[in-house]
């Protein structure tokens, strides 16, 4: 993680805006980094800035720690706040085509065959879930607390902190995160992701 603590900045797009092309659109790249990206880390810099002791807390912290967070700051943290934990994660966890790390390594691959049979029925069961977000919000295969894999579905900027979990993977199925390229066709994108996840 690029984060410490306040202020937070916009860790740079680890890669050129239309590396991901044609899967994810150079246009759509710029607005999903520069500008949505930016607007949650601005916002949570701004819900935090009247908080000195806040300012102390690493992003993780903030999103765990919640006994902490005064009422009326609460949910402009947790919304701006996993907006950023989220979207780190997105990013960093998509590269340009290549065979290898769009690949899970041995360890990795061997749990998702015992969990889901095979890597493309897994692939199917996750674009399944993917498709089953309603309204705004994110898919994400976790290594649960107990150590097993899980496929969840994440509403509007909630994370997988909350369950103690290590995500594996995840994908953005906001509509912003697509409608540029794909409108309304959110499982054409989510086969095109396919290609561009980095597997861990
Ligand atoms: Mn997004």
């Known amino acids: 993680m ?3 603590t306040y202020p937070f ?4 797009l680890p890669y050129e805006y239309d590396a991901l092309e044609p899967y994810i659109d150079a246009e759509t ?15 949570l810099n701004k819900a935090i800035e009247p908080y000195p002791n806040l300012q102390e807390l690493t992003l993780e912290q903030l999103l765990t720690w919640t006994r902490f967070l005064p009422q009326d700051t609460y949910t402009k943290i ?14 960093n966890g998509l590269a340009p085509y290549d065979a290898h790390l769009n690949a899970p390594a041995q360890t990795l ?22 498709l089953r977000v309603f309204g705004s919000g994110w ?9 097993g894999l899980k496929i969840i579905n994440l509403k ?5 902190l909350v369950l103690k979990a290590r ?15 794909y409108k309304n066709a959110r499982a054409d994108y989510i086969d095109a992701l396919w290609h561009v996840i980095r597997f861990p």
């Open 156 to 160: 509007n900027q909630d994370t997988s």
């Open 78 to 91: 947790m919304q701006n706040g996993g907006g950023v934990y989220n979207h780190n994660l997105f990013f």
């Open 109 to 130: 691959l061997s749990d998702i065959e015992n969990t889901f049979f095979s890597l493309d029925n897994f692939k199917k069961v996750f674009s399944e879930e993917a």
């Open 2 to 4: 690029p984060f410490n």
């Open 9 to 12: 900045e916009l860790p740079p």
């Open 29 to 43: 790249m710029f607005y999903h980094h520069d500008k949505h990206f930016a607007a949650y880390i601005n916002n």
């Open 139 to 147: 898919t994400c295969l976790i290594y649960t607390r107990q150590g």
């Open 167 to 181: 995500p594996v993977i995840i994908m953005d199925v906001w509509e912003h995160a697509y409608y540029l390229k």
